[in-house]
């Protein structure tokens, strides 16, 4: 670029590296924005499981009902219960109320004990689950704070290159100025002074 057209128009320069920021500052933004959005998605989730275990009652009231014995426990009742029919015949007391209360008793632990794992199950579940999204949420501050980091240096950028562009223009007239003075101041001091100047007698 010639100093001549540098003189027409001073501020293209920093016009050219404003459109350089620009185009990489769009860049970084873009990288950023798909963990910031995701981290904003998260709060909704984050915010509603924390709602319901701060109201652990309710929370436990409605996993409950959802609640079915399992396989296993099933299984392990009827084991239980032809063990303690067995004990019981062998004792003579088969049908008696002592044996059946102890069957039914031994029944209904088995059945407590199911139901207590299934419960334990659907909050360990649940935590991981608020886990995974606290994670999530915490990228998405992250990324979001480092948008605004980025936003905050390209203002900062930007006006510098706005303040150059402003006062280009001044600064090469002002210079423009000094080199055609100097220029003249020469010409006349070595004209005046007999020198290799200017010759205005045609000599």
């Known amino acids: 670029m010639s100093w001549l057209s540098n003189f027409i128009n001073p501020g293209r320069g920093y016009q050219k590296g404003q459109e350089q920021l620009d185009k990489y500052y769009q860049q970084a933004q873009g990288y950023l924005d798909p963990y910031s959005q995701y981290g904003q998605d998260a709060y909704g989730d984050l915010n509603s499981a924390m709602q319901q275990l701060l109201n652990p009652q309710e929370l436990q009231d409605r996993w409950a009902q959802g609640y079915q014995q399992s396989q296993y426990a099933k299984d392990l009742q009827d084991f239980a219960g032809q063990q303690g029919m067995n004990a019981a015949s062998s004792m003579g007391m088969l049908g008696s109320s002592p ?38 949420f915490g990228a998405g501050a992250n990324a979001a704070g480092q948008m605004g980091q980025n936003a905050m240096n390209m203002g900062q950028q930007s006006s510098q290159m ?17 080199t055609a003075a100097g220029m003249v101041s020469g010409a006349l001091g070595g004209g005046m002074g007999g020198g290799g100047g200017w010759n205005f007698t045609g000599r």
Not at 122 to 135: E, H, M, R, S, V
Not at 162 to 178: I, P, S, T, V
């Open 99 to 136: 044996a059946m209360r102890a069957m039914q008793q031994g029944t209904s632990q088995i059945m407590s004990a199911d139901r207590q794992q299934y419960m334990n199950d659907l909050l360990q579940k649940y935590l991981a689950g608020a886990g995974i999204g606290q994670n999530i």
């Open 162 to 178: 706005a303040y150059g562009k402003q006062n280009a223009g001044r600064g090469l007239y002002e210079r423009g100025l000094g």
